[in-house]
C-alpha cells in the first residue's frame, strides 16, 4: 500500500486550503442557522421595507401609516441622501414615504393630489404594488369622506373595511416550508460550490503530485502492478472524497440536527452523495490533462463559481434566463439543484420520485461519461509517451 | 538599472503563458455566466410588467366584470384576465401561464401556486375591490343621495403620490456582481504580488537565489519586480472592463476613464497585499499562492461576489469591515460611479485604499530587506 500512503502523504500537504474553504463554509452555515426561524405559513403576502415619515402628525395621517405598518414592515432610514441611495440599492428599503403636510386637511376638502412624496425605484413591481395599494386606500378614504365623514372616521372605516380576509388557497404545498427548511435547502444548493472548490483544489493537486515525472518513475519501476496502483489511487481518492462528504455532511447534522434523517433530508444527502462523485469524475477529468500546478486554483474558481451561477446555486434557478438555463441543463450542477429543488419543493418544483430519479440518473450519466473521457484522454497520452 | 530589471520581470511575467491565460479567461469566463445567468433577471423580476391573471366564474358577479373591462381599457392595464374553468385555469397556473386564479362566487377567493410580489399585487387588488364593494352597499344604505359622488370617487385614480427618483445612475442590484468581478479581477493582483515577494527571495525560489547573488541593489530590485507585476495585472484588469462595459454592455456609469482608473487602484491594492503575504514567513511560492486566494475569495465573498447585497449586510452589523476590507473599498470605487452624482464617496475609497497599499507595501519591504542567507 506505498502508493495508498504516499497518496495520503500528498493530500496533508494540500489539506490546509479546503480546510479553510470548509471553515469558512461552515461559519457561514451557523450564522445563516442562527438566523433563521422555524416559523411556517402557506401563502405568505409579500411585505416591502417602507420607511415613512408623517408631517401631518393628524388621526387620518397616523390611520395611514397604521394601513401601511399592516401590509407592510416599516424600516427607519437616515436622513442622509447617500445613505438612503444605498438603502434603496440594496433593497433594504423599497419605499421611503413622506406624508406631506396637511394631508388630511386635503382629504377634507376632497384633494386627493400630492398626499405624499415618495422616494423609490421607479417602474419597479415593488413601486407598483405600494402605489397601487396606497391609491386605493386613498380612493376608499375620499369616497368615505364624501359620503358624509370625517377624514378620520374615513380613515377608520377604510381600514375596517380593508381588513376583511380573502379566501387564499395554495395548488399544493410547493412554498410552504419553514425558513429552517429554507436555509437547510440553500445549505445542500451551496454545498455544490464548495464539493467543486474542494475536491478540484486538492484532489487535483494530489493527482498532479503524483504524475510528477520523478515520483511517476518510480512507482513504474517498482514491483507494484499497474492494477494495483490503479487501486490504491482509486482507494485514495475515494477515501478523500468520502471524509470530505462525511465532513460536511456532519456538519449538516449539527446545524439542522434530525431534519437531515427525514425523507427529505436522507433524499438530500443521497443527491449530495451522488454529486460528490460527479465532481470526483470532474478531477479525475481535469487532472488527466495534466494542467499546471499554478492555475488548479483559477480553474477551480471558473467552473465552481461558473456552474455555480449558471446552474442556480446563488441566483434560483426561476430567476435564470432561459439562454442560462438551457446552457445549465447541460451541466451537472443544474441536475444537482434541480434534485436539491424537487426533494424540498423549492422554487416551484413539485417532489415526485420520477422527478428526483431522473435528476439522479442524469447526475450519474455525467459521472459515466467524465468517467469514460478521462480513461480515453489517459489511454492516449499514454500511447503518445511510450 | 531599474528599466533594465523592468523589461525582464515584463518578459518572465508575459512567459508564464498558462497563467495570464487563465487571468484574463477567468474574468471573461465569469463575466459571460454572469451575463447568461442574470444579465436580464432585473427587466424580468423586478421591472413591472402586466399580470396575467386567470378568472374562473362560478356565479356572475356584474360590479367585478365590470372592474375587469375597465382595468384592461386602462392605457398600462396591471393585469390581463383569462376566463376559463376550473381545471384549465389550474392547468395554466401550474405552467406558470397565470400569476394567481380568481374564483368569482358568492365571494371572491384566490388560488396561487407560489408566493411572490405578483400575488400580493393580484390579493391587493381582489381586497380592494371587495373593499370598495362594501364602501357602496354602506353608502347605499345609509346615505343614498351620496351615492353617485362616493360611486365617482372610487373610480377616479386619485394622484396621492408624487414620485421621486432617487438618482440617475443604474439602480439595477444585479450589476452590482459585475462590480465585484472587476474587482475581483484587480484584487487577482495578489497572486502576482506574492510571486513579486517569493521570486526575490533567495531562500524561496531557485530565481530569488539568481538575484540575491547578482549585484542588483535590492530595493531597486523590489521596484521593478512591483512595476512589472502592476503592469502585467494592469492588462488583465483593462481587458476585463473593456469586455463587461463594451461586449456585455454593462452600465458602469458615464465616466469610462474613472472606471477604468477604479481598476487600475485595485490592482495596486491587490499587489500590495500580495507582496505582504509573500514577504511573511518561508512558506513555500505554492502556499503562498493558495493562502492569498484563499483569502481574496473571503474578501469578495464579503464584498458580494457571491451574494449580491452580502456588502450592505456587512455595513448593517459590522460596518469596520468595510472600511477595511479592499474588495469592499474597490467595488465601492464603481458603485460610486455608476450610481453617485459627485465624487465624495469616491474620494473616501480611494484615500482608503491608497493608505492600505502604502501600508502593506511598506510592510513588505521592511519584511523583506536586509536579508544575508549563509547558503542557499
Known amino acids: ?386 | 538599472m531599474f528599466l533594465h530589471n523592468l523589461k525582464y520581470e515584463l518578459l518572465s511575467n508575459i512567459r508564464m503563458k498558462d497563467f495570464i491565460f487563465w487571468m484574463m479567461c477567468f474574468p471573461i469566463a465569469l463575466g459571460t455566466f454572469f451575463y447568461l445567468g442574470f444579465g436580464k433577471v432585473y427587466n424580468n423580476e423586478i421591472v413591472f410588467s402586466k399580470i396575467p391573471v386567470a378568472v374562473v366564474e362560478v356565479n356572475e358577479d356584474e360590479v367585478f366584470n365590470t372592474t375587469v373591462k375597465s382595468i384592461e381599457a386602462e392605457k398600462d392595464p396591471l393585469f390581463s384576465f383569462t376566463y376559463t374553468d376550473k381545471a384549465e385555469a389550474e392547468k395554466l397556473l401550474k405552467e406558470g401561464d397565470v400569476e394567481g386564479i380568481i374564483t368569482v362566487d358568492d365571494d371572491l377567493s384566490l388560488t396561487f401556486f407560489k408566493s411572490e410580489i405578483d400575488q400580493t399585487i393580484i390579493k391587493s387588488f381582489v381586497e380592494q375591490f371587495v373593499s370598495q364593494k362594501a364602501v357602496i352597499t354602506d353608502i347605499a344604505m345609509n346615505a343614498p343621495e351620496k351615492l353617485p359622488e362616493v360611486t365617482e370617487k372610487l373610480n377616479a385614480v386619485p394622484d396621492a403620490i408624487e414620485n421621486k427618483s432617487p438618482s440617475g445612475g443604474n439602480m439595477n442590484p444585479y450589476d452590482s456582481y459585475f462590480q465585484n468581478l472587476l474587482t475581483m479581477t484587480a484584487l487577482f493582483g495578489m497572486i502576482t504580488g506574492v510571486l513579486c515577494a517569493t521570486r526575490n527571495q533567495g531562500n524561496l525560489s531557485a530565481i530569488g537565489a539568481r538575484k540575491s547573488i547578482s549585484p542588483n541593489y535590492g530595493l531597486v530590485r523590489l521596484i521593478s519586480s512591483l512595476t512589472a507585476a502592476f503592469i502585467t495585472q494592469i492588462i488583465s484588469v483593462i481587458a476585463a472592463t473593456t469586455f463587461v462595459l463594451f461586449i456585455l454592455k454593462i452600465n458602469l456609469g458615464d465616466n469610462i476613464a474613472m472606471v477604468y482608473l477604479s481598476g487600475a487602484i485595485g490592482a495596486l491594492v491587490g499587489i500590495s497585499i500580495g507582496f505582504f503575504i509573500g514577504a511573511i514567513g518561508r512558506s513555500s511560492e505554492r502556499t503562498k499562492g493558495a493562502v492569498s486566494t484563499t483569502v481574496m475569495m473571503f474578501l469578495c465573498f464579503l464584498s458580494g461576489l457571491m451574494v449580491g447585497d452580502m456588502k450592505n449586510t456587512v455595513e448593517e452589523h459590522f460596518p469596520i469591515i468595510n472600511r477595511i476590507n479592499p474588495a469592499a473599498l474597490t467595488s465601492n470605487l464603481f458603485y460610486c460611479l455608476s450610481l453617485y452624482d459627485d465624487y465624495n464617496r469616491y474620494m473616501e475609497n480611494l484615500l482608503s485604499l491608497m493608505i492600505i497599499s502604502i501600508l502593506f507595501i511598506t510592510g513588505g519591504f521592511l519584511l523583506t530587506r536586509r536579508k544575508i542567507y549563509e547558503n542557499l
Open chain 1, 1 to 386: 500500500m506505498k502508493i495508498f500512503e504516499t497518496f495520503m502523504k500528498i493530500m496533508r500537504k494540500h489539506l490546509k486550503l479546503s480546510l479553510i474553504y470548509i471553515s469558512v463554509f461552515m461559519v457561514v452555515g451557523i450564522m445563516m442557522t442562527k438566523s433563521s426561524s422555524d416559523s411556517e405559513d402557506g401563502y405568505k403576502a409579500r411585505r416591502l421595507r417602507v420607511s415613512v415619515t408623517d408631517l401631518d402628525d393628524t388621526e387620518a395621517s397616523r390611520a395611514v401609516v397604521d394601513f401601511i405598518a399592516k401590509n407592510h414592515d416599516i424600516v427607519k432610514v437616515s436622513d442622509d441622501m447617500n445613505k438612503q441611495l444605498d438603502s434603496l440599492y440594496y433593497s433594504k428599503t423599497h419605499i421611503i414615504l413622506t406624508i406631506e403636510n396637511g394631508y388630511s386637511e386635503k382629504l377634507e376638502h376632497g384633494e386627493t393630489t400630492g398626499l405624499f412624496n415618495e422616494l423609490s425605484v421607479p417602474g419597479t413591481n415593488m413601486t407598483q404594488l405600494f402605489d397601487s395599494q396606497l391609491n386605493r386606500y386613498i380612493g376608499l378614504v375620499s369616497a368615505t369622506i364624501a359620503g358624509g365623514n370625517t377624514p378620520a372616521e374615513a380613515s377608520a372605516k377604510a381600514s375596517e373595511v380593508l381588513s376583511q380576509e380573502i379566501e387564499t388557497v395554495m395548488l399544493n404545498d410547493s412554498g410552504k416550508g419553514s425558513e429552517k427548511e429554507d436555509v437547510q435547502n440553500h445549505y445542500f444548493l451551496y454545498l455544490a460550490y464548495i464539493f467543486i472548490s474542494v475536491l478540484i483544489n486538492t484532489l487535483c493537486q494530489i493527482h498532479l503530485s503524483l504524475k510528477n515525472k520523478d515520483i511517476n518513475n518510480r512507482i513504474n519501476c517498482s514491483g507494484v502492478s499497474s492494477y494495483s496502483q490503479l487501486l490504491q489511487v482509486m482507494l485514495g481518492t475515494f477515501v478523500f472524497v468520502i471524509g470530505v462528504y462525511v465532513l460536511l455532511i456532519g456538519a449538516g447534522v449539527v446545524l439542522f440536527g434530525g431534519s437531515m434523517f427525514t425523507e427529505k433530508g436522507m433524499l438530500s444527502m443521497l443527491n449530495a452523495f451522488v454529486f460528490i462523485i460527479v465532481v470526483m469524475m470532474i478531477c479525475l477529468f481535469i487532472s488527466s490533462f495534466s494542467p499546471s500546478m499554478d492555475v488548479i486554483s483559477l480553474i477551480a474558481n471558473v467552473i465552481g463559481l461558473g456552474m455555480s451561477f449558471l446552474c442556480g446555486v446563488f441566483v434560483p434557478q426561476q430567476y435564470l434566463g432561459d439562454v442560462a438555463l438551457s446552457i445549465g441543463k447541460f451541466l451537472p450542477v443544474y441536475w444537482y439543484v434541480k434534485g436539491c429543488n424537487t426533494v424540498m419543493e423549492k422554487e416551484g418544483e413539485i417532489f415526485s420520485v420520477s422527478g428526483f430519479l431522473i435528476c439522479i440518473g442524469v447526475q450519474i450519466a455525467f459521472a459515466a461519461a467524465f468517467f469514460c473521457l478521462t480513461m480515453l484522454i489517459s489511454k492516449n497520452r499514454r500511447q503518445t509517451e511510450s
